[in-house]
């Protein structure tokens, strides 16, 4: 008889639980796989940027409700994943996001009106990807991720990475979901990045939906262990503890400036919200399941940290509330604001120097738009 087959779903067969550093009681421990010299870390700091972003999904949402924005897809839950990272980065790192990271984007410095303005269509990005480092949102599941090896490539034969000048070696640090895991497009840049031995770390947040689909259909083993496949180093960590993603994806920046490789990390969270305000989760989820992973709230288990070490004081909480609100208007206000784009502007930006058939066609198109659809036209 042949040997019966392990499952490898079995309890023997999965990795170890996620690394933490802070519990959901606000604990702080220490481990040795995950070093973190907590006198580099301003934790106050961290907690502000995670309410505030909080704070900007939370207006976002509800100017999509009202009419304001097409759509937009929600960060709850996962802040604690994205910040962590962010802090980890330096100016000169480059970032390749997917259309969720708020988080990142806030954390490198973006105006969040310009991340409103793709979601509400009056523009098609909105930053200059090199004034943040942080490259535009990419829709494509999955895409970023060959974006992102390719500027490794570029960092890699410009000798800006492995040089051992700290101040010029660099890394990219590249967003995806779990969904994404079962691109082509994902599988084409961990075997790219393994082959160069580029300098991408691959933050892959797995908040257990990609959709309605949950991660139980995308893979038969945890995330990080993918990468010994490829031929580098995989981690994961628990995705709601803001410490253990930022010493994890610390250490992975570190390691590819530094000519190490490639390295993916798996933050383990949960998006509480749906996929997005176009999507109904109630269909495809149990209500247990997300009530479960939001007594895990990321800010709740740092505000406690927070208060029961005696690290900030009641002010901070108050003018942090303030802070919030101020955001709010800002964000309502400039969103509102949001000027229409030029009806030549799709045209204008296509090409360096705009060839004579499209110039053409740009001409038609003015015409069309100043004087509107004539009888028997489709408006």
Not at 75 to 81: C, I, M, P, S, T
Not at 171 to 183: K, N
Not at 312 to 334: I, N, P, S
Not at 366 to 376: A, I
Request: aromatic share 8%; proline share 6%; net charge negative.
């Amino acid at each position: 008889m042949a040997n019966a087959v392990q499952d490898p779903l079995s309890e023997a067969s999965l990795a170890d639980p996620p690394i933490q550093l802070l519990d959901p009681s606000g604990k702080l421990s220490t481990d040795a796989r995950l070093p973190l010299d907590l006198a580099t870390v301003d934790l106050p700091a961290l907690y502000r940027d995670m309410a505030l972003v909080r704070r900007l999904d939370t207006e976002a949402i509800a100017l999509q409700r009202q009419g304001e924005l097409g759509l937009w897809p929600s960060l709850r839950g996962q802040e604690a994943a994205q910040v962590g990272a962010a802090y980890a980065l330096y100016d000169r790192d480059m970032v390749f996001p997917t259309y969720r990271e708020h988080g990142v984007a806030w954390c490198r410095g973006l105006d969040p009106v310009s991340l409103l303005g793709l979601f509400r269509g009056t523009t098609l990005g909105g930053w200059d990807p090199y004034a943040h480092h942080f490259n535009l949102y990419t829709l494509v599941i999955g895409a970023q991720t060959l974006h992102a090896v390719g500027y490794g490539m570029g960092l890699y034969r410009d000798g800006s990475t492995g040089s051992g000048d700290p101040d010029r070696d660099t890394a990219v640090l590249a967003f995806l979901g779990d969904g994404a895991l079962s691109e082509g497009e994902t599988n084409e840049a961990f075997i790219w990045a393994a082959a160069q031995n580029l300098p991408v770390v691959f933050f892959c947040q797995n908040n257990q939906w990609a959709i309605s689909a949950p991660y139980s259909v995308q893979s038969r083993i945890p995330a990080a262990q993918r990468a010994a496949g490829y031929g580098f180093p995989g981690i994961r960590v628990d995705g709601n503890d803001v410490l253990a993603c930022l010493a994890a994806t610390r250490q992975a920046l570190d390691q590819a400036r530094t000519g190490g490789g490639p390295t993916l990390i798996e933050a383990v969270t949960y998006r509480v919200n749906a996929h997005t305000t176009a999507d109904d989760a109630t269909r495809y989820r149990a209500a247990e399941e997300t009530e479960d992973w939001t007594a895990r709230d990321p800010l709740e288990r740092l505000r406690t940290h927070l208060e029961t070490t005696g690290a900030v004081t009641d002010e901070y909480f108050t003018d942090l509330e303030q802070r919030e609100r101020d955001l709010a208007e800002r964000l309502r206000a400039g969103c509102r604001g949001l000027a229409d784009p030029d009806a030549s502007s799709p045209f204008e930006h296509t090409y360096a120097q705009m060839p004579a058939d499209l110039r053409q066609q740009l001409r038609e198109h003015l015409e069309f738009v100043s004087t509107g659809p004539q009888d028997g036209e489709q408006k």
